[in-house]
C-alpha cells in the first residue's frame, strides 16, 4: 500500500493539470467567440456629393436614361442594390450623385458625377485598384486617357471581362486597343487562348509591358523545365543554359514574337 501512494498523488496531479488545461481552453473559446459577436463587420458606403443636389431615385433617372436603365437589371453592380431605408440612395446616384439639379437643369453636363472622367467614383469601392495604379506600370486611369469603363460596363452584364458567365475572354476586351497582338497568327501562342491576364496585370505591376513576371519565371510557369547535372537546364526538349543567361526568353533573340508568330511554331519572327 505504502509503493501505491507516490503513484495516486502523480495521477492526481496529472488529472488537474488536464482540468486546468480544459479550463484555460474553454475560457479562449468563449473569448474568441465574444470577440467574433462583439466585431460584426458592416460595409459603409458614401454616395459621392453634389453641393445642392438631393436624391430623386433610380425612377426619375430612367425618364431619360432608359436605355441604360432597361438592362442594368443583368449588371454586376445591380447585386449590390438592397432594399429598405438603409439603401434609399443606393442605385444611379450611389456613383453618378444625387441627381435633382441635374434632372432640373434638363441634363446639363456640371451638374453630375461621370466616373468616365473620374475614376476616383470607382475607388470609393475598389480600394485595392487606386493602389495598384499607382505602380510604376500601369494603364493611364487617372491620367485622362482611359476610363474604368473602358474595360468594365457597370450598367450591362459582367463587370469583369471573361467572366464565368460569358464565352468571351478578358482577350476580347484587349484586343479593342491591342489590334496587333490580337492575330489571327498562323503559329499562335497557346497562352492567348487563356487570355492575356495570364501573362499581364492590367491594373498594374512593378514591371515593364504589365508583366506579371519580369523574367524567364513568367515562361517557366507554363514551360516544363528539366534540370539535369551538373548544369545543362531543358526546356522544350533542348538545352537552353546558354541561352537563359542573355535575358529573357522574349528578349535574347530568341522567341520575340510572344504573342504569335507566322512564320515560326516557335514563336520566332
Known sequence: MKDQAPTRGLCSGRKKTVRR???????????????????????????????GSTFVGSETCAECHGGVSAHFGSA?????MAKGDHARNVGCESCHGPGSL????????????NPNRDPEVCFSCHLEMKGRFQL????????????????????KGQATPGGPF?????????????IAQRGPFV????????GCTTCHDPHGTTNDKLLTQRNQNLCLKCHFQQQVPPATIFI???DHSQFLSRGTCWTAGCHEAVHGSHISSSLRF
Open 236 to 238: 522544350g526538349g533542348r
Open 136 to 155: 510604376p506600370h500601369h494603364h493611364p486611369i487617372g491620367d485622362g486617357k482611359m476610363s474604368c469603363s473602358e474595360c468594365h460596363d457597370p450598367h
Open 166 to 178: 460569358t464565352m468571351a475572354s478578358d482577350s476580347d476586351t484587349c484586343a479593342k486597343c491591342h
Open 21 to 51: 488545461a480544459g479550463a484555460i481552453a474553454l475560457l479562449l473559446l468563449s473569448l474568441a467567440t465574444l470577440i467574433s459577436c462583439v466585431n460584426v463587420q458592416r460595409t459603409l458606403f458614401v454616395p459621392p456629393d453634389i453641393p
Open 102 to 113: 441635374h434632372n432640373e437643369s434638363g441634363g446639363a453636363r456640371n451638374t453630375i458625377i
Open 76 to 80: 454586376t453592380h445591380a447585386r449590390l
Open 187 to 194: 503559329f499562335e501562342h497557346e497562352a492567348v487562348r487563356e
